[in-house]
C-alpha cells in the first residue's frame, strides 16, 4: 500500500520546525488586531507575551497582552539575560521573554511576535532560519492618525509621540519578508494567512516529511 501523504491539517502530527512570525508596523496601523485574529484563528500559532514598562492600557489585562513591570524589575530581567530582545519604543521598555520561545521552539510549534524593528533585527540575527517577518503599513497617514485617535486609548501627547515616530518605523520596510497594507482588514487578514500557510510548507521547516519522501521511493517499481 502506497504511504499517505501526510497533510498539515490530519490528527496525526507530523513533526515540523516552528516558525517565529513576526509583526512591526508603526502604532496604529493594525498589527495587534491583525495577531489577534490570527491567534483566534489558528490554533497552531501562539503569541509571545512581552514585558514593558509602559503604563497599562485600560483595556489591557496583565499576563495576557503584557507583563507589566517597573524600570528596576525590567532590569532585572534584562541583567540575567531572561531576555531574548528587547528595545526602547516610544520612551518605554519592552522585551521579549526568552523561556516560552525556546520551548516553542524545540517542541516545533509557531510563535506571533509583535515587536518594533529594533527587535525584529535582533531575532533575525539570532534565529535567521527561524523568523518570517511582516511588516504592515497603513493606508494613509490621516487614517492613521483617525485609528489612533478611535482606538481611544492613548492620551493626545502619546498619539502625538507615536505618529512622530512613525517615519522611523516605516524607514525599516525594506528590513521585512512581506508587507501588507492593512486598508481593509479582511483583505490584510487574509494576506497574513497566506503568508503563513506558505511559510509553513516550506521545505526546511517539513523534515517529517523524509520518512514519507523515501516511502514513496521504496514503492517505485524498477524496471527489469
Ligand atoms: P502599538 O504600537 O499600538 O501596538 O503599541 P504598544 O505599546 O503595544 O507597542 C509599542 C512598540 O513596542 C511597538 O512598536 C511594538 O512592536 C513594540 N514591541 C512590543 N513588544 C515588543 C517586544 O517584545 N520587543 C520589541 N523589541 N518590541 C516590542
Ligand atoms: P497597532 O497594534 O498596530 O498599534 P491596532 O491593531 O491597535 O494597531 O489598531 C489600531 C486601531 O485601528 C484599532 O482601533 C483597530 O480596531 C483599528 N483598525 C485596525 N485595522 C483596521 C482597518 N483595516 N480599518 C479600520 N480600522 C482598523
Ligand atoms: P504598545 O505600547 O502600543 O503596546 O506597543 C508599542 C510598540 O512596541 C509596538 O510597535 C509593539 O510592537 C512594540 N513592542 C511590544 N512589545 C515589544 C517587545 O517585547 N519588544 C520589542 N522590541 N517591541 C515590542
Request: charged letters at 25%.
Amino acid at each position: 500500500m502506497s504511504p499517505a501523504a501526510p497533510s498539515t491539517t490530519s490528527k496525526v502530527r507530523i513533526p515540523r520546525r516552528g516558525l517565529m512570525l513576526v509583526i512591526s508596523s508603526p502604532s496604529g496601523a493594525g498589527k495587534s488586531t491583525i495577531a489577534r485574529n490570527l491567534l483566534e484563528d489558528d490554533p497552531e500559532m501562539s503569541i509571545s507575551v512581552s514585558v514593558t514598562t509602559r503604563q497599562r492600557r485600560p483595556s489591557e489585562i496583565d499576563g495576557r497582552h503584557y507583563f507589566f513591570k517597573t524600570i528596576r524589575d525590567f532590569e532585572g530581567l534584562r541583567q540575567t539575560d531572561a531576555l531574548l530582545e528587547w528595545a526602547e519604543v516610544h520612551g518605554n521598555f519592552y522585551g521579549t521573554p526568552r523561556e516560552p520561545v525556546e520551548e516553542a521552539m524545540a517542541e516545533g510549534r509557531d510563535m506571533l511576535f509583535d515587536i518594533d524593528w529594533q527587535g525584529a533585527q535582533q531575532l533575525q540575527q539570532k534565529m535567521p532560519d527561524d523568523i518570517v517577518s511582516i511588516f504592515i503599513l497603513p493606508p494613509t497617514m490621516a487614517e492613521l492618525q483617525s485609528r489612533l485617535h478611535r482606538r481611544a486609548e492613548d492620551t493626545a501627547e502619546v498619539i502625538a509621540t507615536r505618529l512622530a515616530n512613525s517615519r522611523a518605523e516605516i524607514q525599516h520596510w525594506n528590513e521585512y519578508d512581506y508587507l501588507v497594507v492593512n486598508e481593509d482588514l479582511d483583505r490584510a487578514f487574509a494576506s497574513v494567512k497566506a503568508i503563513v500557510a506558505a511559510e509553513r510548507l516550506r521545505r526546511i521547516r517539513r523534515p517529517g516529511l523524509v520518512p514519507f519522501i523515501q516511502g514513496l521511493l521504496d514503492e517505485v517499481p524498477v524496471l527489469t
